[in-house]
């Protein structure tokens, strides 16, 4: 699975890297090193038309959404909590995922992600989880395949109240290789620039297609380094998490 994870860049930044027009003035989000489910992270997607015959332009952003999905039949947005990650086997076909994935689909910058590796100590016996962050070779950002999903607050009268809608997402994983691999068994998948515009386009719903657009993240090309526990905790936060533990 892929818990946590980190997203440093700005606005600025990202809107030229995955080509999005207008850079939003509004919304922003602080640097985060220890991304946490429920969290609002960047996400980078392409609206459906909104006309009334369907037949609106359809428009590239880049806008804040809530870390865990909350499918629209959901009854409240605890859901979400359980929701971080959609495994790539099985994405299509789950009742809380199939129809964002045909339809609602977006990308996750990250600089990279954590995973823990079950280690025993030589001295005790005893188990313990060590941290590993793990990002591409290269340090350029990771575009995580990632799912979204409209959720209706009931108790919100106004539909066109902001407060009535909650936008949530999900991350798509699949078995790790490579560095990951030697870390934990599942990882975060990723798309390349050349299939961003296909991923994103609401229009193409075929799942066969989508499925053969995902990638390891950089092309399997990964580092993991050893990381403070520190990180264990949602309350730390800061560059000092990825350091390399020297042991």
Not at 10 to 21: H, K, S
Not at 24 to 41: F, G, Q
Not at 61 to 75: E, H
Not at 225 to 239: E, K, Y
Request: net charge negative; charged share 25%.
């Amino acid at each position: 699975m892929c818990g946590r994870y980190a997203s440093t860049r700005g606005p600025q930044e990202l809107a030229p890297l995955f080509n999005v027009p207008d850079v939003p003035v509004r919304e922003t989000l602080a640097p985060s090193w220890n991304v946490a489910p429920t969290d609002e992270v960047w996400a980078v997607l392409e609206r459906a038309p909104r006309g009334e015959d369907g037949d609106g332009p359809v428009e590239r952003a880049l806008r804040p959404l809530r870390w865990g999905l909350v499918p629209s039949w959901a009854k409240d947005p605890k859901a979400g909590a359980r929701m971080i990650n959609a495994r790539v086997e099985t994405v299509h076909e789950r009742p809380a995922f199939r129809r964002a994935f045909t339809r609602h689909r977006c990308l996750l910058p990250a600089d990279g992600f954590y995973e823990w590796e079950q280690v025993k100590d030589p001295g005790t016996g005893k188990v313990r989880k060590q941290p590993y962050f793990i990002h591409p070779e290269d340090d350029r950002v990771m575009a995580l395949a990632g799912l979204y999903a409209y959720w209706r607050d009931r108790t919100v009268q106004q539909d066109d109240d902001p407060a009535a809608w909650l936008m949530t997402c999900t991350i798509i994983t699949t078995e790790a290789t490579d560095a990951a691999g030697r870390v934990h068994p599942r990882m975060p998948l990723a798309l390349t620039p050349e299939h961003y515009d296909a991923w994103l386009d609401p229009a193409h719903q075929d799942a066969d297609e989508l499925r053969a657009l995902l990638d390891q993240p950089a092309g399997g090309h990964l580092d993991a380094r050893p990381v403070s526990t520190a990180v264990n905790s949602v309350r730390n936060n800061g560059p000092q998490l990825l350091d390399e533990l020297i042991s």
